[in-house]
């Protein structure tokens, strides 16, 4: 009874480590992905805050090099990116858009950030 219990909980753990890889794609793949949801992960090159209070967090390279962008639009005071440095490994989710030819994801709430190494 213990061994078939072990079995199926290494089965489910399996599973669900199988199905994070899967949704997890870097920064360089996002653009592959335009349109869908995922969980990207990648280094974090510069963090730019614009006049207006947008804020850019430029993945790999800094701008206009960055190869994937992360947006805090002006008055989303519901995200905080005080822990993300440069040369920070971040992991977020949401869904992948095309901005001028560049993948991003809007961050609209906290919980999109899964994490900060």
């Given amino acids: 009874m213990k061994y078939k219990l072990f079995l199926i ?27 869908e949801t995922k969980i990207v992960r990648g280094i974090v090159a510069s963090i730019f805050v614009s006049n207006k209070g947008t804020v850019l967090i430029n993945f790999d390279e800094p701008h206009p090099n960055a190869t994937f962008v992360a947006v805090i639009k002006p008055g989303n005071n519901g995200v905080s990116y005080a822990d993300v440095k440069k040369g920070s490994i971040m992991t977020i989710t949401g869904k992948i858009e095309d901005y001028k030819g560049k993948p991003e994801i809007i961050l609209n709430d906290q919980s999109q950030i899964i994490k900060v190494e």
């Fill in 9 to 35: 909980l290494f089965f489910i753990i399996g599973i669900i480590t199988t199905s994070y890889a899967q949704d997890t794609i870097s920064t360089k793949d996002a653009k592959n992905f335009i349109g």
